[in-house]
T-cell receptor, first 114, second 116 residues
């Protein structure tokens, strides 16, 4: 199956700093990438949908100025958590789709903000 | 709006027992995809199955089987002869097609614990 990578796999940062998470589709071109957030013992919640070359579409309640998404190419999307705070600590998972209803998930990035 | 309900929050069984995880969904779309994923403690989502809305044929893969019934909007997952390694959180998800292709709604997950 298609492979999606995320980097870093985990990150610890101080409150107030910004953190960038990369999502790459390694063996296919992804027309759309999705960013999900998962709090401990909870489900995955969609944060935003990202199409290459256009602005991301954010779900209701997700601050676009807080979570900056850039989809610069058909194989790379980045999520930047700006001015991170402890409440942003979570598991962030990206997925990539070729547009046929199937999506391939990355391994996730665990963010801890001290 | 899409909705996926996994009514069973936690299930505990003893090894070798069969277990069924329920999934009920709501959608106004006539075309969609349904998925099951396994999430072990490491956190990475493991794809188990994809079924499109026009394919109601049940599927068996080793100890896993899935029962898709469109009439009741259910897509249940059965593990036969469960093993300790099956312990994980299992998510059912519904994925859109068309302009929002790939956009998924997840259920809350069912935590399965298989005891030796």
């Amino acid at each position: 199956g298609a492979v999606v990578s995320q980097h870093p796999s985990w990150v610890i940062c101080k409150s107030g700093t910004s953190v960038k998470i990369e999502c790459r589709s390694l063996d296919f071109q992804a027309t759309t990438m999705f960013w999900y957030r998962q709090f401990p013992k909870q489900s995955l919640m969609l944060m935003a949908t990202s199409n290459e070359g256009s602005k991301a579409t954010y779900e209701q309640g997700v601050e676009k100025d807080k979570f900056l998404i850039n989809h610069a190419s058909l194989t790379l999307s980045t999520l930047t958590v700006t001015s991170a705070h402890p409440e942003d600590s979570s598991f962030y998972i990206c997925s990539a789709s070729q547009g046929h209803g199937e999506q391939f998930f990355g391994p996730g990035t665990r963010l801890t903000v001290l | 709006a899409q909705k996926v309900t996994q009514a069973q929050t936690e299930i505990s069984v003893v090894e070798k027992e069969d277990v069924t995880l329920d999934c009920v969904y709501e959608t106004r779309d006539t075309t969609y995809y349904l998925f099951w994923y396994k999430q072990p403690p490491s956190g990475e989502l493991v794809f188990l199955i994809r079924r499109n809305s026009f394919d109601e044929q049940n599927e068996i893969s080793g100890r896993y089987s899935w029962n898709f019934q469109k009439s009741t909007s259910s897509f249940n997952f059965t593990i036969t002869a469960s093993q300790v390694v099956d312990s994980a959180v299992y998510f059912c998800a519904l994925s859109e097609v068309g302009t929002n292709a790939g956009k998924s709604t997840f259920g809350d997950g069912t935590t399965l614990t298989v005891k030796p």
